[in-house]
């Protein structure tokens, strides 16, 4: 996954763009769209661009436990650098334990702003790998005292 292995989609720039970019997407789409219309949207580009991950790592429906470590890799420092994951536990509900989000990057102690684009993508990779529809929630957050950014996913009927 990381530019020496793929194909770079802009040869003399490569594949990535700063956060700073991506963050006046976010609160440019908020402003234009309203917050929570603006959260639907990025969420859902996320579980498409989680989807797209699975595929294009050839992962299959099967065990996500055995993928968490490609999926740590593909979204990690050797990756896009969407975040890191430092674990995920698999019960009735799933917990996915992130820290340096691109969410909550650049955010003040105390800010009120939730995992949308990155809740969404490893959403996206938890749907590909089980084969069901998932819903999920941040339950914790690194801006409001947490030590990661906790997503807890529960599968839909």
Not at 88 to 102: K, Q
């Amino acid at each position: 996954m990381s530019t020496a292995t793929a194909t770079l989609q802009r040869p003399e720039l490569g594949d990535f763009s700063s956060i700073v970019c991506f963050k006046a997407m976010v609160t440019g789409a908020e402003e234009a769209l309203g917050e929570k219309a603006a959260a639907i949207a990025l969420i859902s580009a996320g579980r498409q661009r989680g989807k797209q991950l699975v595929e294009s790592l050839g992962l299959s429906q099967g065990s996500p436990e055995a993928a968490i470590p490609l999926i740590q890799k593909a979204l990690g420092k050797d990756g896009t650098r969407l975040c890191l994951i430092d674990k995920a536990d698999f019960g009735d509900t799933i917990r996915v334990y992130c820290r340096e989000t691109i969410c909550s990057s650049g955010e003040s102690q105390g800010s009120p702003r939730q995992l949308t684009y990155t809740m969404g993508a490893v959403q996206g990779a938890l749907e590909a790998l089980t084969g069901k529809r998932l819903r999920g929630k941040q339950v914790e957050s690194v801006l409001r005292g947490g030590t990661h950014d906790v997503i807890e996913f529960e599968t839909l009927g």
